[in-house]
């Protein structure tokens, strides 16, 4: 059965011109996932980000999805009323977050995205062999994984870069694993995540959020589940408010419109 190509908008097709990963997957695959890309592209071309992505976009599959990755998360901090008010801001060891965030008249926050992929999962054999380069699932295949260990892995990496007297937020995507945590029962997720970052080595992190993007043929959804660090130093604590407003929202759907 031929399925119709999806017709893509300008920006989609500049990062299309000399991209290394020509060839490589169906990305888009249908019409409604190359139309959110293109308006994720045209919200970095809004913000005066476009062309700083670009070279990226059109690097390697791991970087083109990682540099989507943030600029969803940034779109999607930016659709719920949140003003972002740098793009790769300074922050510890000479290293950059990707952007700086505020709500209203509440003290800026740091965000930092960390998107660990299925990759890092497979076996020290499986990296020297085929199934590096083999589809992310294969029918039949069963695995252990481990997606909260990977999560809590992407938090120590982002630690340095965390400054010690500014909120500090890191955004883990979920989507790019074999299973996001935010699929797994809850129940099991936050108690381990909160008894992880209870550790002294995280008392800079205010908090974590799960970040999903599901496509379908219809419809483009993105969830952001929130756990708060409650062992987090006074100054690098998340606000109250947007505290409360990021755990009002874990169980609600954002539709990229």
Not at 97 to 109: A, D, G, K, L, N
């Amino acid at each position: 059965m031929n399925r119709t190509r999806p017709k893509f908008g300008a920006l989609t097709k500049a990062i299309f011109d000399g991209a290394s990963w020509i060839g490589e997957d169906d990305f888009p695959s249908n019409q409604t996932w190359a139309d959110e890309v293109e308006k994720i592209l045209k919200f970095l071309e809004s913000q005066g980000q476009f062309e700083n992505y670009l070279p990226i976009l059109r690097g390697k599959i791991t970087q083109r999805d990682g540099a989507l990755a943030e600029a969803r998360v940034a779109f999607f901090f930016h659709r719920n009323e949140f003003k972002i008010l740098a793009w790769h801001p300074p922050g510890a060891s000479s290293r950059l977050y990707e952007f700086e965030v505020q709500w209203r008249s509440s003290p800026s926050i740091f965000v930092e995205v960390k998107g660990p992929r299925w990759e890092g999962e497979l076996s020290e054999e499986e990296l020297n062999g085929p199934r590096r380069q083999q589809p992310r699932y294969i029918n039949g295949e069963a695995r252990f994984y481990d997606s909260i260990g990977k999560m809590i892995e992407a938090a120590n990496k982002a630690i340095p870069k965390f400054l010690p007297d500014k909120p500090n937020l890191l955004v883990v995507v979920g989507y790019l694993l074999f299973v996001s945590p935010r699929e797994l029962p809850q129940g099991v997720v936050e108690p381990r995540i909160r008894h992880e970052l209870s550790d002294d080595r995280f008392s800079k992190l205010g908090g974590l959020v799960i970040f999903d993007f599901d496509y379908g043929e219809k419809a483009i959804n993105y969830q952001a589940a929130f756990i708060e660090n409650p062992r987090a130093n006074d100054l690098c604590k998340i606000p109250f408010t947007v505290a409360k407003g990021l755990l009002m929202a874990n169980k609600k759907v954002f539709r990229c419109q």
